[in-house]
């Protein structure tokens, strides 16, 4: 009955670092969606898994950033060679399905990433 | 490279008053939803309106939206303190993929 749940809440790392932020959402939702934010701005579309497909990546920056749903539950985003403009809050999201929008999202708290 | 765009920026008020934020997109919709985020809790869901409806109520919230306009409107009755958070749009891009779009946001500062 746990809600969705990321980690680590916050992560330092230096130029050129790699990182993986990890979220587990809600049990037994399909849908699951990485957002990143910057200071004062909503969240951007990263990318979204059907279960354990990656249906849509297309806000994903470069090819820096890899995420992964490999049993269709616990999900991981990858980032490689880490730049300072990386920096940012990591939101995952989960919903029962997708129809069109037509469900809300439950957000975990947020993986902060700053890079040095 | 958001579609949403929420007016005012910021907006402060006393403790029981109303608050109205609005909420314009880009192309058309299946749903429109509103969510608040705030320190304590995080990105929360508030309410969805989908494209067939006008107007959606519950409790002190009350969403419009007009597709010709492409725009919609939440209102906050009788305000609180523990209102004050950022109120953010986010629309399905209706273009067959997955991506939800947020706007911006609105920070609402209620004055106790």
């Known amino acids: 009955g746990a809600g969705v749940s990321q980690s680590p809440r916050y992560k330092v790392a230096k130029r050129g670092q790699d990182v993986a932020l990890r979220c587990d959402p809600i049990s037994g939702h399909v849908s699951l969606f990485w957002y990143q934010q910057a200071l004062g701005q909503g969240p951007e579309f990263l990318t979204y898994?059907?279960?354990?497909?990656?249906?849509?990546k297309s806000g994903l920056p470069s090819d820096r950033f890899f995420a992964e749903r490999p049993e269709g539950s616990v999900s991981t985003l990858k980032i490689q060679r880490t730049q300072q403009e990386d920096s940012a809050v990591y939101l995952c999201?989960?919903?029962?399905?997708?129809?069109?929008?037509?469900?809300?999202?439950?957000f975990g708290p947020g993986t902060r990433l700053t890079v040095t | 490279s958001q579609q949403g765009e929420e007016d005012p920026q910021a907006l402060s008020i006393q403790e029981g008053e109303n608050a109205t934020m609005n909420c314009s997109y880009k192309?058309?919709?299946?749903?429109l939803q509103w969510y608040r985020q705030n320190s304590g809790r995080g990105l929360v869901h508030l309410i969805l309106?989908?494209?067939?409806?006008r107007e959606k109520h519950s409790g002190r919230l009350r969403v419009t939206l007009d597709t010709s306009k492409k725009s919609s409107s939440l209102l906050i009755t009788a305000s609180r303190a523990a209102d004050t958070a950022s109120y953010f749009c986010a629309t399905d891009a209706n273009t067959g993929g997955f991506k939800t779009i947020f706007g911006a946001g609105t920070r609402l500062f209620v004055k106790a």
């Open positions: 309106i989908r494209s067939n409806e």
């Open positions: 999201a989960s919903s029962r399905i997708w129809d069109r929008g037509s469900y809300e999202q439950y």
């Open positions: 898994f059907q279960n354990e497909a990656q249906l849509d």
């Open positions: 192309t058309s919709i299946n749903n």
